[in-house]
C-alpha cells in the first residue's frame, strides 16, 4: 500500500492597508472584517495606544492606533479609515481587536521569493512585531505578526522603537513641550 500524498498547504494570502503612507499587511486568515471607522468611546485608564472602543453588533471592540504604537501621529479619523477587526488571544482568552488604518489596500498572494526577513533598523516598529518584508510591484509591504504585537500589547509593552528622536516641534515622550525661554 502507497502512501497517501498530503494535499498542498494552502498559500499564503495578505491584507495590506495604509498607515502614515506606508503599507502593511495581515494573515488574512488573522483577519474576520473591514469596517468603516464609526463612533469609538473613549474608556478612562486605557493605554494610550487604544482609541476606544466600538460596537460592532452588540460586542465591544477594542480599536488600537498602529500609528500612535509605532510612534507615528495618531490616526486621523477620516472617510476612509478603516478597522481590520481580527481575532487575538489576550489576556489567554479569545478576542476580537481592532487595528486602525488610513485606508484598507488589496488582499495578495505572494509567491516564493517575495518575502524577506524584516530589516533589524530602520522601522518605526520593532523587528520582533515584523512576521516579514514582501516585494510588491516595486515596492515594500510590512507584514506585521499579530502574535507578537498582541503578546507585547498584553504585557503592556509599546511595540514602537523607544529611540526615535522627536519630529521638530515635537516634544520627547515624557516631556513637556518646551516654552519660552
Not at 72 to 97: K, M, N
Not at 147 to 156: F, K, N, T, W
Amino acid at each position: 500500500m502507497g502512501a497517501v500524498a498530503e494535499p498542498a498547504a494552502a498559500a499564503r494570502q495578505l491584507l495590506t492597508f495604509f498607515i502614515a503612507g506606508e503599507e502593511y499587511a495581515f494573515d488574512i486568515r488573522e483577519v474576520r472584517e473591514i469596517v468603516a471607522c464609526g463612533h469609538l468611546t473613549h474608556v478612562p485608564n486605557m493605554p494610550a495606544a487604544v482609541r476606544g472602543v466600538m460596537n460592532l453588533r452588540g460586542s465591544v471592540v477594542p480599536v488600537v492606533d498602529l500609528a500612535g504604537l509605532f510612534g507615528l501621529a495618531v490616526t486621523p479619523l477620516l472617510r476612509r479609515t478603516c478597522v481590520v477587526i481580527v481575532s487575538a488571544r489576550l489576556a489567554g482568552e479569545a478576542t476580537r481587536l481592532g487595528f486602525l488604518g488610513d485606508a484598507v489596500g488589496e488582499v495578495f498572494e505572494p509567491v516564493a521569493g517575495e518575502i524577506e526577513r524584516p530589516p533589524e533598523f530602520g522601522t518605526r516598529a520593532r523587528p520582533e512585531t515584523l512576521g516579514g518584508i514582501a516585494r510588491r510591484q516595486g515596492r515594500f509591504v510590512l507584514i506585521l505578526s499579530l502574535e507578537a504585537l498582541v503578546a507585547q500589547l498584553d504585557a503592556g509593552e509599546s511595540p514602537s522603537r523607544s529611540d526615535r528622536a522627536p519630529a521638530p516641534g515635537e516634544a520627547a515622550q515624557g516631556t513637556a513641550p518646551a516654552g519660552p525661554p
